[in-house]
């Protein structure tokens, strides 16, 4: 199983990126999953995550900004990131709860990061 997180680049504050996070490999199914980011110099911090049947919980400091959401034909998770600020700045992961074929309990993945660049 492999997540692939992308999406990330420069943008100006106020703009908007849209992050995806896509699963692949032997999966039988996909429960949570979860973005999370990290900026230099401090700890990785929970920005928002959506559970499989697509409810969705943001931090603080993004809600009515951020919005997450999942395509489950798609294995697919996005976040649209809207009114970035510099402080969003940060490399952003996805943390997936997944089930392989053949394995009977979730396991926990993580993807490579994608940067996320906002000037001010």
């Known amino acids: 199983v492999q997540l692939q997180a992308s999406g990330g680049g420069l943008v100006q504050a106020g703009g908007s990126l849209r992050l995806s996070c896509a699963a692949s490999g032997s999966i039988f199914s996909i429960n949570a999953v979860g973005w999370y980011r990290q900026a230099p110099g401090k700890q990785r911090e929970l920005v928002a995550a959506?559970?499989?049947?697509?409810?969705?919980n943001y931090a603080d400091s993004v809600k009515g900004r951020f919005t997450i959401s999942r395509d489950n034909t798609k294995s697919t998770v996005y976040l649209q990131m809207n009114s970035l600020k510099p402080e969003d700045t940060a490399v952003y992961y996805c943390?997936?709860?997944?089930?392989?074929?053949?394995?009977?309990?979730?396991?926990?993945?993580w993807g490579k990061g994608t940067l996320v660049t906002v000037s001010s």
């Open positions: 959506i559970t499989s049947g697509g409810s969705p």
């Open positions: 943390n997936a709860e997944v089930k392989p074929y053949g394995i009977p309990l979730y396991m926990n993945y």
